[in-house]
């Protein structure tokens, strides 16, 4: 069976319910759809970012908290790839082989080799330079 991990801008393209990628993933089973931990942390620091921005605008604290209680309650809800040893392995392999994409999508890619899955996402200009990353893109038809 197949496993899909969804990069960072497919799980927003998910929770903003983008059509296209809602009727792809409404005909993937459920158990074989992830995130990294990477995305987690990417989501997190953007909602934190956020509420840092804002300290002086008390006014808009309810809609800013109400975004990270949101993403918290969407986490619990995803099945979710951690950043073990063997994609650590597959990372610093990468940086030796001085593959050049930011660090953050270099671990989503480490995690989804690892994991022998297939990443879902609309950045084929930087994955493509992974060797041996599958990718997809969910958000055309």
Do not use: C
């Not at 296209?20 to 995305?39: D, G, M, N, Q, Y």
């Not at 790839?81 to 001085?98: E, G, N, S, T």
């Not at 297939?118 to 950045?123: E, F, G, K, P, Y």
Request: proline share 4%; aromatic share 10%; no cysteine.
């Amino acid at each position: 069976m197949n496993r899909y991990t969804l990069d960072t801008d497919h799980l927003t393209l998910l929770k903003r319910n983008h059509p296209i990628v809602r009727s792809k993933i409404s005909l993937i089973p459920p158990e074989t759809i992830f995130v990294t931990i990477v995305t987690i942390e990417e989501q997190l620091r953007g909602r934190l970012a956020v509420i840092s921005k804002i300290a002086n605008q008390p006014e808009r604290f309810s809609i800013a908290y109400d975004y990270l209680f949101d993403s918290f309650l969407d986490f619990y809800n995803l099945n979710l790839l951690r950043f073990d040893p063997v994609a650590v392995d597959y990372f610093q392999q990468f940086r030796r082989q001085k593959i050049r994409i930011g660090s953050q999508d270099l671990k989503i890619a480490s995690i989804t080799i690892s994991q022998q899955a297939t990443l879902v996402t609309r950045n084929h200009r930087d994955f493509i330079q992974v060797p041996g990353l599958q990718l997809a893109d969910w958000s055309i038809l």
